[in-house]
């Protein structure tokens, strides 16, 4: 109960971080060209506002990292992620670490690891992590500032409706944000793409198969 | 002479031959007709319909609808808007080829079930070439390959589209919002247009559509997601029941990997021209000079 309403409390409201978003799109030179970019659209993945762990009866409840890092005074290593997993155990255990030669704390606050912090000393909240990953991620937050990376749902026109973008967390896991290898969905069956020959046997690297036995529909429907 | 000469005879018989032969020839169009509706085998071509025969046909279209499929749609006769000329762009350097585009164009456009059919195909390429004719659309391993990349081929919505010219009944033609549009019911399913695109970007509907009622969009104009017959073409149309009314289109929302743009090219502001003022773009094979509106793009 006293754990739940920790949660509940440690989550926060966004307003409290309005100013920094202020600044962050009038600071940006890329943003006074692309006015149709609108931080506000950017979702909150739930990641970012604690762990994920199994509630009383199974269900899926998000723990704020404040449950714990609030009342224990952590100090946080600068060898990296093994000392944690070993050590520390608990929540952080079995955490995949691959985002190049980076420690945990060029990410992560050493006096409050739940904090984030810039390059520039600023701590920031977990949720604001757009603007960390983009000190370094120029390029792709200069494309997703115009709309050419991460994708969108809603409207293209926005008179005609909002827009929903995705945040960096929702596609990259931030501690290993190489995409992930795996199975697409299955292709069609039409003249230009037939059923593949390899479709129940090794997959043939080589010559493409298009045309290749290509059931001729017109052969058998008239 | 009792009347009958030979000449009488062989004239008698040579018309009851002709008439049997006549009557035998047309059985296919009786056989035809008596599944085609009056309404619908008299209805004019969709630019000559008043708004009043556009209300009938989209109603009994809606009734035809609900007695095949058992499917309540509602479908709309939706205009292109003043000002907007539409541009869709997509990131080869972040396309993994998951399929989710064809996937979600699927499902949005009330595609035969049984076909697996979908708008887009998405080619895996050999790195080094953007030949599109070498690329395979069947793969099934896990993606992204190392060197490969992937290359989803849809309508380009050529502005000097060679389907439109090759069409001898003016059944596809250019929308003002630069869509290339299908009249279903004008179409006699002859695919020329087929055969003229140079991107394979039309499909014939070989049977009726397969699909069950609670699997239909209910979501439908007449010009583009609506069931459409046995033996008409049909194609991408930008999702135009969902982009005239401001929406992205189905295969934009459903990319993971934010690799597809789409806006208004006459909006300076639009997402859609930062890219083309601001990155390496190309169409595909250019050299055929039928102008697309659907670019490719590299990050770097």
């Given at each position: 109960?006293?754990?739940?309403a920790v949660?509940?409390t440690?989550?926060?409201t966004?307003e409290?971080?309005?100013?920094w978003?202020?600044?962050?799109?009038?600071?940006?030179?890329?943003?006074?060209?692309?006015?149709?970019?609108?931080?506000?659209?950017?979702?909150?993945?739930?990641?970012?506002r604690?762990?994920?762990?199994?509630?009383?009866?199974?269900?899926?409840?998000?723990?704020?990292?404040?449950?714990?890092?609030?009342?224990?005074?952590?100090?946080l290593?600068?060898?990296?992620?093994?000392?944690?997993?070993?050590?520390?155990g608990?929540?952080?255990?079995?955490?995949?670490?691959?985002?190049?030669?980076?420690?945990?704390a060029?990410?992560?606050?050493?006096?409050?690891?739940?904090?984030?912090?810039?390059?520039?000393?600023?701590t920031?909240?977990?949720?604001?992590?757009?603007?960390?990953?983009?000190?370094c991620?120029?390029?792709?937050?200069?494309?997703?500032?115009?709309?050419?990376?991460?994708?969108?749902?809603?409207?293209?026109?926005?008179a005609?409706?909002?827009?929903?973008?995705?945040?960096?967390?929702?596609?990259?896991?931030?501690h290993?944000?190489?995409?992930?290898?795996?199975?697409?969905?299955?292709?069609?069956?039409?003249?230009?793409?037939?059923?593949?020959?390899?479709?129940?046997?090794?997959?043939?690297h080589?010559?493409p198969?298009?045309?290749?036995?290509?059931?001729?529909?017109?052969?058998?429907?008239? | 002479m009792?009347?009958?000469?030979?000449r009488?005879?062989?004239?008698?018989a040579?018309?009851?031959?002709g008439?049997?032969?006549?009557?035998?020839a047309?059985?296919?169009?009786?056989?035809?007709?008596s599944?085609?509706?009056?309404?619908?085998?008299?209805?004019?071509?969709?630019?000559e319909?008043?708004?009043?025969?556009?209300?009938?046909?989209?109603?009994?279209?809606?009734?035809?609808?609900?007695?095949?499929?058992?499917?309540?749609?509602?479908?709309?006769?939706?205009?292109?808007?003043?000002?907007?000329?539409?541009?869709?762009?997509?990131?080869?350097?972040?396309?993994?080829?998951?399929?989710?585009?064809?996937?979600?164009c699927?499902?949005?456009?009330?595609?035969?079930?049984?076909?697996?059919?979908?708008?887009?195909?998405?080619?895996?390429?050999?790195?080094?070439s953007?030949?599109?004719?070498?690329?395979?659309?069947?793969?099934?391993?896990p993606?992204?390959?190392?060197?490969?990349?992937?290359?989803?081929?849809?309508?380009?919505?050529c502005?000097?589209a060679?389907?439109?010219?090759?069409?001898?009944?003016?059944?596809?033609?250019?929308?003002?919002?630069?869509?290339v549009?299908?009249?279903?019911n004008?179409?006699?399913?002859?695919?020329?247009?087929?055969a003229?695109?140079?991107?394979?970007?039309?499909?014939?509907?070989?049977?009726?559509?397969?699909?069950?009622?609670?699997?239909?969009?209910?979501?439908?104009?007449?010009?583009?997601?609506?069931?459409?017959?046995?033996?008409?073409?049909?194609?991408?149309?930008f999702?135009?029941?969902r982009?005239?009314?401001?929406?992205?289109?189905?295969?934009?929302?459903?990319?993971?990997?934010g690799?597809?743009?789409?806006?208004?090219?006459?909006?300076?502001?639009?997402?859609?021209?930062?890219?083309?003022?601001?990155?390496?773009?190309?169409?595909?094979?250019?050299?055929?000079?039928?102008?697309?509106?659907?670019?490719?793009?590299?990050?770097?």
């Open positions: 109960m006293m754990l739940a949660v509940l440690a989550c926060g966004r409290d971080h309005g100013a978003r202020e600044q962050l799109f009038q600071g940006s030179t890329d943003a006074a060209d692309a006015p149709s970019f609108q931080l506000d659209d950017v979702r909150v993945p739930d990641r970012l604690g762990i994920a762990a199994a509630g009383p009866d199974g269900e899926e409840i998000r723990i704020a990292c404040d449950t714990c890092h609030g009342l224990l005074d952590v100090e290593s600068r060898r990296g992620p093994e000392r944690l997993q070993s050590q520390v608990g929540p952080h255990v079995g955490l995949a670490f691959e985002h190049g030669p980076l420690d945990c060029h990410c992560h606050d050493a006096a409050a690891p739940h904090q984030l912090r810039t390059a520039d000393a600023r920031l909240p977990t949720t604001e992590a757009i603007e960390l990953c983009s000190q991620h120029g390029l792709q937050w200069r494309d997703f500032q115009h709309g050419a990376h991460g994708g969108m749902r809603g409207h293209w026109d926005r005609a409706g909002p827009r929903e973008r995705n945040h960096c967390v929702d596609c990259h896991d931030p290993a944000p190489a995409f992930q290898r795996y199975r697409p969905l299955p292709p069609p069956v039409d003249r230009f793409a037939p059923i593949p020959p390899h479709r129940n046997g090794p997959v043939d080589g010559a198969t298009r045309h290749e036995a290509a059931p001729e529909p017109s052969e058998d429907g008239s | 009792n009347g009958v000469t030979r009488r005879l062989l004239k008698g040579g018309a009851t031959l008439a049997l032969a006549f009557a035998k047309v059985e296919p169009v009786l056989d035809f007709t599944e085609l509706s009056g309404d619908e085998f008299l209805q004019r071509h969709y630019r319909l008043s708004p009043e025969d556009m209300r009938e046909v989209l109603a009994r279209l809606e009734a035809e609808t609900k007695e095949k499929y058992g499917a309540e749609v509602t479908i709309r006769d939706i205009r292109p808007q003043e000002g907007v000329q539409f541009g869709y762009a997509l990131n080869l350097s972040l396309c993994i080829g998951c399929r989710r585009c064809a996937e979600a699927h499902v949005e456009n009330n595609h035969d079930r049984k076909t697996h059919q979908s708008y887009i195909r998405v080619l895996e390429m050999q790195q080094g953007i030949d599109m004719e070498h690329g395979d659309a069947t793969y099934d391993h993606v992204p390959q190392p060197g490969r990349y992937y290359m989803p081929v849809q309508c380009q919505q502005d000097n060679p389907c439109v010219k090759v069409c001898p009944v003016e059944a596809t033609w250019k929308e003002q919002d630069g869509i549009v299908v009249d279903y004008w179409c006699i399913g002859c695919r020329y247009c087929e003229a695109c140079p991107y394979h970007a039309r499909r014939f509907n070989w049977e009726a559509p397969e699909i069950s009622a609670e699997e239909i969009n209910p979501n439908q104009s007449y010009l583009s997601n609506r069931i459409r017959p046995q033996g008409v073409v049909e194609k991408c149309t999702c135009l029941h982009t005239r009314t401001g929406a992205l289109p189905a295969c934009l929302e459903a990319c993971p990997t690799a597809r743009v789409f806006g208004n090219l006459l909006d300076p502001n639009s997402e859609i021209r930062w890219v083309l003022e601001n990155k390496r773009v190309f169409v595909l094979k250019e050299e055929l000079g039928a102008r697309p509106r659907f670019f490719y793009f590299f990050d770097v």
